[in-house]
């Protein structure tokens, strides 16, 4: 069994120790979690669930973008793909 004048040892460098943590930074990082998990729940709270299809469902696809833009995107990439 241990002496009692070991223990104080050990429990002074357990103090010690203790004492060089950086306990600012800790909080600190402490406060920027618990600020990001609130964003979190604030965000998931108006976020709706996704919705899941199965094989054979009939789903409608909307195009949004204008296709005489898009293929003129493509043509200028044709064009530029010999510069590089």
């Not at 040892?9 to 406060?31: F, G, P, S, Y």
């Not at 094989?55 to 005489?68: E, K, Q, Y």
């Amino acid at each position: 069994m241990l002496s009692c004048g070991v223990l104080q040892v050990l429990l002074e460098e357990v103090r010690e120790i203790v004492h060089q943590l950086d306990l600012a930074e800790l909080r600190d990082r402490m406060k920027e979690n618990i600020k990001q998990q609130e964003q979190k729940e604030r965000y998931d709270q108006v976020r709706r669930t996704a919705v899941t299809y199965k094989a054979g469902d009939l789903i409608l696809v909307r195009i949004t973008s204008d296709p005489a833009i898009v293929g003129s995107c493509i043509q200028n990439s044709k064009d530029l793909s010999g510069m590089i």
